[in-house]
């Protein structure tokens, strides 16, 4: 059901192989493994991992598909040694707020998703966005910031209708 607290003071282990035991609850104190390379979650009964997972810097393969976890730790992001985490390490869990284009670009994907998180920035990825307005208004050049995708200035409008950008003087 539980893991001891005292099993986190082998700070020399690399491989944790932990599947199919039915876990509840993982200890606080799971980053003082700091040697661990390989921890293996899938088919148990998590429903949130500790914060201190963000301490594993060694942390390469992490499997936790087959859970109840509904948010994953903002912390997970201080994980850059994992190799992949995405929809095939977080199948068939309760994630709530992370859309499956985030979860289907794997790590790349995610770790931005969470470093926002950390930010505090909210998740509204469940919110349509309908844009309307004339041809050559900026519809698409907006959809691209707010995609990342592109620099949008204070000191810059579209005129509606106008179809060209102009700088406010």
Known sequence: ????????ELSALRYLELHHNQLRRLPAQLGHLASLTHLHLAHNRLSALPDSIGQLAQLCSLQLQ????????????????????????????????????????????????????????ECFSLLPLLLLGSRAAGKSSLIHALAGEATVYEDQWYAAGAGSASTDS
């Open 1 to 8: 059901d539980e893991l001891s607290a005292s099993f986190c």
């Open 66 to 121: 087959h859970n109840e976890l509904e948010y994953l730790p903002p912390s997970l992001c201080s994980c850059t040694s994992l190799l992949a985490l995405g929809a095939r390490e977080l199948h068939d869990n309760r994630l709530q707020g992370i859309s499956q284009e985030t979860l289907a670009g794997g790590r790349d994907a995610l770790f931005p998703y969470l470093a926002d998180i950390a930010r505090g920035a």
